[in-house]
Structures are given as structure tokens and as C-alpha cells.
């Protein structure tokens, strides 16, 4: 859990590597490790870049996405060309998503036009027990395995686990 972690990272030489040193010790016992940063591009976001064999994006189906979406590529390029040269972008995951609104599918075609291939087929629509589920702490397929939240991150498990198999 790395709440309250920024802070303390501010005055740490070479503090946009503590992570990947730590994760190198550990890394060998996991086929997988997700890293879920928060929207802010801060010196958390960072050491996960930095730590990254690659990234995968969601944005949300809305307007300033768009923007927030080219502050975080410029910023994965800055930690390619610095930190990390073997970072790669693993997808890109369109969450909020509500087919029934005009915005909706105008960021998806403006996102899947850029990102090709990179876009998955799966979206993570609105849903409410998909919102409530953090304030429970728990995560949605234990919180409600059968909201369509939880199967939609079902869904993305499988398709990931797919791109793995053809990948490899």
C-alpha cells in the first residue's frame, strides 16, 4: 500500500527508482504486477514508470481525458528517454464509458483512431456498485461479483490473459 508514500519520497536521493529496486527482489515470484498509480503525474506515478515493463491507460470517457491522456505520454516519454528505455505502453482501457452518450463515443473513436490496436475491446462502463465497492474496501469481485463492473474486469483479466498467450 503506497498511501501517504509521496510525501516522504520528496527528500529521497535517486527517489524515482525506489520502487523498481524494491520490486527487483520480488519480481521473479509473480507472472504479473499491477501498479495502480494515482491520476496525478507525482513522484508515485514515477517510480511506477520507472519500475514498468509497460503501462496500461485508462481514461475515462470524458473531455479533459484527452488532456490528462497527453500530459501522461509525454511524461512516458521523458521516462523512456531517462529512466526506463524498455517501457512500452500495454493498452489502453476506456473506463466510464456510457455508449449511450455522444462525448463517450466521440473520446472512444478519437482514442482508438490514435492507439490502434493498443485500445481494448472490453470497456468498463458507469456502474454504480463498481463506485460503492472502495468505500467498502473491497475490491468489485468481492464486493459484487455479479455487477457488471466486476464482469467487466473479468473480461479485461481474459483478454490480457489472451494478449499474454499470442505475445509469448
Do not use: W
Amino acid at each position: 500500500n503506497l498511501v501517504g508514500t509521496e510525501v516522504e519520497l520528496v527528500q529521497v536521493i535517486a527517489r524515482e527508482k525506489i520502487l523498481r529496486d524494491a520490486l527487483s527482489k520480488v519480481r521473479h515470484q509473480y507472472d504479473f504486477i499491477l501498479i495502480d498509480c494515482p491520476p496525478s503525474l507525482g513522484i508515485l506515478t514515477l517510480n511506477a514508470l520507472t519500475a514498468a515493463d509497460s503501462v496500461l491507460i485508462p481514461i475515462q470517457c470524458e473531455y479533459y481525458a484527452l488532456e490528462g491522456l497527453s500530459k501522461l505520454l509525454n511524461t512516458v516519454k521523458l521516462v523512456q528517454k531517462h529512466l526506463n528505455k524498455a517501457l512500452n505502453i500495454y493498452g489502453v482501457l476506456l473506463t466510464m464509458y456510457d455508449g449511450r452518450l455522444n462525448l463517450c463515443n466521440q473520446v472512444e473513436q478519437e482514442v482508438r483512431n490514435y492507439f490502434k490496436e493498443k485500445v481494448f475491446q472490453t470497456t468498463i462502463t458507469r456502474n454504480v456498485r463498481l463506485s460503492e465497492a472502495p468505500s467498502f474496501g473491497l475490491p468489485i469481485i468481492m464486493f459484487d461479483a455479479t455487477s457488471n463492473g466486476a464482469e467487466n474486469y473479468m473480461r479485461l483479466a481474459e483478454e490480457m490473459l489472451a494478449k499474454e498467450s499470442v505475445m509469448q
